[in-house]
């Protein structure tokens, strides 16, 4: 069964997909079940590490904050661009946060978010260290902006990846 | 009649709004002043022609504009992408 | 341009569109001001972000509710579109974001921190030929 699909998900994903950018009809449904199932081989040859998800419930509660902080954000930095940056007292600035999380999978996760966000930019990461260079664009309190990281996003990240 | 009124003056903001957008990426792409910002220009200027084309199929209640949308937005994340190689390495394939 | 397709809509409908038209579009033309406008290109790599996150979200909101009225296709149809710019906005800007990085430490850039430069003393006329193409003059 793992042989012949190898990431289910991906596969289920990719039909559901091809069903909503055609019709719904039994050849698309063959065709597109077919496509899963080739497209589930190739991505198995290129041998991606498996996640290893421990529980989904900080996922979703993590989806929440997302969508509320970017929203906040985008009105923030809206304001921001509008007011030509408080009139000249904005301060953007170079962070560096120590990060704990070493599974890719939660790292990939985090660096979406944090570049999804308007005002804050995932610039690197370095593996060994666990040092993550960010750039914010309003800096009030960097300390604010680790601890916002750390106890915000981290901590669920750490919870649902293990 | 009035929320027609109302829906048409929307769109037609949506529309002169995205393309004031273009124009402002575009004068981005154009000035540069270096290489980044450039892409960054690009990189914006594909999605503002994307929603342009989304607003525009909802304006006239065709379904053609959405394929169209999604090949501007697949063309414009790989050239995003490749250009942003280009500039570590200097050079696509290594 | 006549108003007849866009009469057929129930004001219920008709509003709430209207209004995620106007507010993504907005957002949208905010973001290309910020990028016109704003002086650094670090400042710079956050206005995309307002055109992908917030406005787009809005103006697809809007084009469902339009579309679903209407009911010529299934409404989900834009969920597409919206997840496939949830993915592949972050993954070019943090490229873009890593690249500039990546040379302005090589280049030892005014626009970063000292600390943040790869040769430490990095005068620039004495600096090694970087591995690098020479980067362009303005």
């Not at chain 1, 661009?81 to 599974?103: Q, W, Y």
């Not at chain 3, 990085?101 to 006329?125: F, I, K, M, N, Q």
Request: net charge neutral.
């Amino acid at each position: 069964m793992i042989r012949l699909i190898p990431h289910p998900l991906l596969s289920l994903a990719l039909v559901f997909m091809w069903l909503l950018l055609t019709s719904f009809s039994l050849g698309h449904l063959v065709l597109g079940a077919m496509l899963g199932l080739v497209i589930g081989w190739i991505f198995r040859l290129l041998e991606p590490e498996r996640p290893k998800l421990r529980r989904i419930w900080p996922l979703v509660k993590l989806s929440g904050i997302v969508a509320l902080d970017i929203l906040r954000s985008n009105i923030a930095v809206a304001r921001l661009i509008l007011t030509r940056g408080r009139h000249g007292k904005r301060r953007s600035e170079f962070l560096e946060v120590p990060l704990e999380l070493k599974d890719p999978h939660a790292l990939a996760l985090l660096a979406m978010i944090v570049t999804a966000t308007p005002g804050t930019a995932w610039l690197s990461h370095d593996m060994d260290s666990g040092i993550l260079i960010l750039h914010v664009f309003d800096l009030v309190e960097e300390d604010d902006w680790r601890t916002l990281i750390h106890n915000r996003y981290e901590t669920l990240l750490m919870e649902a990846f293990g | 009649m009035t929320t027609g009124l109302i829906l048409w003056l929307a769109l037609t903001w949506a529309q002169i709004a995205l393309a004031l957008a273009a124009c402002f990426s575009c004068l981005r792409l154009f000035k540069g002043p270096r290489a980044q910002d450039r892409v960054i220009g690009l990189d914006t200027l594909y999605f503002c022609a994307m929603l342009m084309l989304v607003v525009t199929g909802a304006r006239l209640g065709t379904p053609f504009f959405y394929e169209a949308s999604m090949v501007v937005g697949v063309v414009g994340f790989v050239a995003t992408v490749t250009a942003a190689k280009f500039l570590i390495r200097g050079e696509v394939i290594e | 341009m006549s108003t007849t397709y866009l009469e057929t809509f129930p004001w219920w409908i008709a509003l709430p569109a209207a209004f995620f038209m106007v507010v993504g579009s907005t957002l949208a033309l905010l973001g290309t001001i910020g990028l016109w406008q704003l002086k650094s290109f670090y400042d710079r790599l956050h206005a995309p972000t307002l055109v992908s996150s917030w406005g787009a979200a809005a103006i697809l909101i809007g084009s469902v509710l339009l579309f679903s009225w209407g009911g010529s296709r299934l409404v989900i149809h834009e969920l597409v579109i919206g997840v496939f710019l949830l993915v592949t906005t972050p993954i070019t800007l943090m490229m873009v974001g890593r690249a500039a990085l990546y040379r302005d430490r090589v280049a030892g850039s005014r626009e970063l921190p000292e600390h943040l430069h790869l040769h430490e003393p990095a005068p620039p006329e004495a600096a090694p030929a970087a591995a690098l193409p020479e980067r362009k003059a303005d």
